[in-house]
């Protein structure tokens, strides 16, 4: 999409938080970053180390503090 997928923008344009967000399989991070923007404190995790290099160039050039980005299987945080 390129964009934040709609369901989330509908879901927490009404919203500002205080509690924690995870984003599994976050991509380019499009989700996770309008989250971030709307004051959640929020994880990002992919499998992918390309995409998780790139939501954190992104997040260091655009000085977001509330978000953070594991590479990690998170299938395997279920067992």
């Given at each position: 999409?390129?964009?934040?997928?709609?369901?989330?923008?509908?879901?927490?344009?009404n919203k500002e938080g205080k509690e924690s967000v995870c984003v599994l399989g976050c991509g380019k991070g499009h989700d996770a970053f309008h989250v971030a923007t709307k004051g959640y404190k929020v994880y990002g995790l992919?499998?992918?180390?390309?995409a998780i290099n790139s939501c954190n160039e992104k997040k260091k050039a655009e000085k977001i503090e509330n978000i953070e980005?594991?590479?990690?299987?998170?299938f395997n945080l279920i067992n």
């Open positions: 999409l390129n964009s934040p997928s709609p369901d989330f923008v509908s879901y927490f344009n992919d499998f992918s180390e390309s980005f594991v590479e990690c299987d998170f």
